[in-house]
């Protein structure tokens, strides 16, 4: 157990959590060294969500909320950390929930949309078939899911696939914590956050913003601002932290 | 197969030997979350050996080679990445080397020994002895090996035990990519460099360096002007990467 005064102690149950996941196959190798990716950007965040990015969060239900067609892409890291916040954010936005994979088995489909039940998420099911213009097995998604969505929820998503779905004229809503990576600068919206900070930020905003508020913020993503808030906040953290 | 053109190329190959050796056990779950926390820093250091860190290694092999007792610590990412690197740089350093484990178990300890021999590295063997001011089984390592030593070139180390090590005066060295880090922070001297990188320019200045600049060297570290020059590369990076 992780004594709960520890400095470090979110950072530490977030990594003893992804690895007790993976021991069980729903979140793969490779998911392991992302997520410590993220946790140094992170650390160069100040390990806080940035008043850019709650405003981002806001836009981002706004997207939702005005989304004809809404989705929320799921990964097995996404599910393995915040399967309850997704549940939330599900019943506030009204989106579908379609498990996507980068490493994708059938074992691993199973195993994470079980997990994802069993935290009252609603996961669309069904036969999936190659409709997104990418090679390999990431072109899978559901015809009822992504393939329809208009506005898509994608935590935690590959440069590739962000840009295919964008390619199909879709808003992307990525949740990265690198504001240098292909997926932060090709998405519609980014939020550089940590994804349990950003998911409860997203959901209340959900419950507060009226219609036309919503309706205003949803047409104007100030998109590259929030990058270049997120990369002059590590600037001052590099410049700053240990002085 | 990754192709050996992909720009990634470096570091998806360094990423799916972690995952095989994490797969047999060498490399622990949390070593995959570490690698990539390590990832993203020399992202942001533009994935090369800046001048800085060069001259860090010019003084790193000038400590080696002035030492009375000089012991490189190997832990399992170390093992899996630069197994044959390692063995190079004790040729040329004449240092011994040491098996030492965040998470040590006998196992581990057997696996990670028998890799490094079968790249050719001489391993101190022994009854480890709880000699580090430290609680758990970090406090474990060899009276004749690191207890004994003078200096200490430990890649990748964790805070705690370098902080220990440096109680007990001697010289530690360490290849930390995060500058921000404890380790770094609290080594003697500090490379912040990837791994495969610095260990062959090490060994190559143990070649080449003669014993009065050596001398002359291993009295000068200038201790906390790498870490400064890291932190301003990575500002510089931030600003200007994708410019």
Redesign the interface.
């Known amino acids: 157990m992780i004594p709960s005064d520890h400095p470090r102690y979110r950072s530490l149950v977030a990594?003893e959590r992804?690895?007790r996941y993976?021991?069980e196959g729903i979140v793969s190798?490779?998911g392991?060294?992302?997520?410590?990716?993220?946790?140094?950007?992170d650390?160069?965040l100040g390990e806080k969500t940035t008043e850019s990015a709650l405003f981002a969060e806001k836009i981002a239900s706004a997207l939702l909320l005005c989304a004809k067609s809404p989705v929320i892409s799921v990964n097995g890291n996404t599910a393995a950390l915040a399967a309850d916040l997704i549940k939330d954010l599900q019943e506030k936005s009204r989106a579908r929930v379609e498990v996507n994979l980068f490493h994708r088995t059938g074992e691993r489909m199973e195993k994470i949309t079980r997990l994802l039940n069993d935290h009252g998420v609603r996961v669309e099911t069904g036969n999936a078939e190659r409709l997104l213009p990418l090679s390999h097995d990431r072109a899978f998604c559901l015809r009822s899911g992504i393939f329809a969505a208009d506005v898509i929820l994608v935590p935690l998503e590959d440069g590739d696939r962000c840009q295919a779905l964008r390619g199909m004229g879709k808003t992307v809503i990525t949740i990265d914590l690198?504001p240098?990576s292909r997926t932060a600068?090709s998405a519609s919206l980014t939020i550089v956050d940590e994804l349990t900070r950003a998911l409860p930020n997203i959901t209340s905003f959900c419950s507060i913003l009226g219609r036309q508020e919503a309706e205003l913020l949803s047409i104007t993503v100030p998109g590259n601002r929030f990058l270049a808030d997120a990369?002059e906040q590590?600037?001052q953290?590099?410049?700053h932290?240990?002085d």
């Open positions: 990594r992804l690895a993976a021991a190798l490779e392991l060294s992302a997520h410590g990716r993220g946790e140094a950007f650390y160069l690198n240098l600068r990369r590590m600037k953290v590099l410049s932290a240990l």
